[in-house]
């Protein structure tokens, strides 16, 4: 993983995502994805760029079936932003840094 970016797992989900106190951005990816792999640069800078006000998580939908499951993941890449415990907002597709960047204001403002 790159700096600034945690590998999300069904064991390390509820203290990572849902008992973060920040923001929190999670990445559902998969190796065989091209869209996945358009979006992973545009993740690492963010964590890079919002370091110490946004938590970022990659989770490999392949390895963790049930996690993605249970969030209902249709398509892959989804960016997903939760807050408190809640899924609060999400994106589907390889988006540009901009939109993604709006979307993570929004809240953190």
């Not at 992973?40 to 946004?54: H, Q, R």
Request: contains cysteine; aromatic residues 6%; neutral net charge.
């Amino acid at each position: 993983m790159a700096e600034g970016v945690m590998n999300a797992t069904a064991a390390n989900w509820t203290a990572e995502v849902l008992g973060a106190k920040e923001l929190v951005l999670v990445d559902f990816w998969a190796v065989w994805c091209g869209p996945c792999r358009m979006v992973a640069p545009i993740v690492e800078d963010i964590a890079k760029e919002y370091a110490g006000k946004l938590k970022v998580l990659k989770l490999n939908t392949d390895e963790n079936p049930d996690i993605a499951s249970k969030y209902k993941i249709m398509g892959i890449p989804t960016l997903m932003l939760f807050k408190h415990g809640e899924k609060i907002d999400q994106l589907v597709g390889a988006v540009p840094k901009n939109q993604l960047k709006e979307k993570i204001d929004a809240h953190l403002g």
